[in-house]
């Protein structure tokens, strides 16, 4: 798959996930759409899916064919003009000519590269600038924080650090986690100050920090899509409100109100953002006391309608059509890249004609129309047999067959063997006893 096609698949998703989202927020546990979300952003990363007979693409695939049948069908026996076959000749070479890889290195390429580049480079300068004001933080010591830290292991060295350069508590870092806090802190408050501190050391165990690094990742390969931009803002809400609901299960529904007025006064002082960083207070706090006072107990029923939201989002949209590895395009591809040497193979069972054979079954679905056959013949006629090379795929067998022989008549071998990967057993046994 290249970049467009995983980025539509993607977007699909994501607008599906911001509709579930929309819709269920307050009646599912916040880390369904977590999961949601590592799904779209799984399909903007892996250039691969795996085919499904449920994916809605096998759907969409199977209503196309459905259609291109139907007016193959209307055109079958209407004369075409010359100005018609004339382009439909032009838009064929055209086609033919990107496949087989003879178009140029588009401008287009260059502008997504200069867009991932500065977007790269916007979140490193971003990160760098926030990091060096973090780093001439001081290390807090009093008796909450050392209690706190004490019970609260981890694998990671956590560390809590004060600094007069940010007015709300946030945490960064990976290898070595710091929660970062005011210098106005008010350490008496030790009601506030466990909920701020479980808030973060709730970040730092779910790895926060480097899934926001694969966010940005994602966001400056697919900078041009504006519905990756919707998914980085959506995710990071949404990496808040899955720690704020941990926090309430954590300490006890009495703890909502406490927690959301906390959340109240801390939103009035705001820090710059920080892209790999976890903040407090960072999101809308309308959306997130929203969802703290709407928090309950999950039930039965919303644990399976989680497993089945997000079963059946993988299962439809997530995957590929059931009849992606047989798609034209495969074929194509694979037969225009193998160079046929005919005198060097002169059994008439070689496996070279049997890839023409299975490339004609394709073919003969009903998806290219007598036209080509047509323009095809006009093309040898002409003598413009690389053009011919490239649009033999979409040929039919028995027209491309006949069109072999005139150029076998005229006497031009090699020509013929160009494109014995495509014609029929017959022909070729004819032109390797030439």
Known sequence: MNLLEMGFQASVIILVVAICRFLLMNRLPKKVFLVLWSVALIRLLVPYSFPSAYSIYSLADFIMDKAESRINKDREGQEQGKNAAGSTEQEIKNRAGNITGEGSFSI??????????????????????????????LPVNNQVAEVWLNSHKSARRISIRQSCMVKSPLSYGILYPVILMPATTDWENTEHIKYILEHEFIHIKRFDAAAKLFLIATVSLHWF?????????????????????????????????????LLINMEEEKNNIIPSGSNFSRNAAEERITAIMKIKKTSRAAYIMSVLLVTGTVAVFATS????????????????????????????????????????????????????????????????YEALYGIAPFVKQNDLDKIVKQIIEKGDYEAARNIAPFISKNIVKEIEDK
């Not at 790269?120 to 001439?136: M, N, Q």
């Not at 409100?241 to 406490?258: P, Q, Y």
């Not at 694979?334 to 049997?354: F, G, L, Y």
């Open 321 to 384: 059509a059931a009849s992606a590895g047989m798609s034209h395009e495969g074929f194509l591809v694979k037969n225009t890249d193998e160079k046929v040497d005919i005198d060097a193979k002169k059994n008439p069972e070689r496996k070279d004609t049997e890839g023409a054979d299975e490339i004609q079954g394709a073919w003969d679905s009903g998806t290219y129309s007598n036209i080509v056959g047509e323009i095809a013949s006009q093309i040898a006629e002409k003598g413009d």
């Open 225 to 261: 899509n504006p519905f990756v931009w919707v998914m980085y803002i959506l995710v990071n809400r949404d990496i808040e409100l899955a720690c704020d609901e941990t926090v309430i299960k954590h300490f006890g529904e009495k703890s909502k109100k406490d927690y959301a007025m």
């Open 108 to 137: 287009w390429k260059f502008v997504w590269i200069a867009g991932v580049i500065i977007c790269a480079a916007v979140f490193i300068t971003t990160y760098i600038l926030c990091y060096k004001r973090f780093c001439i933080s």
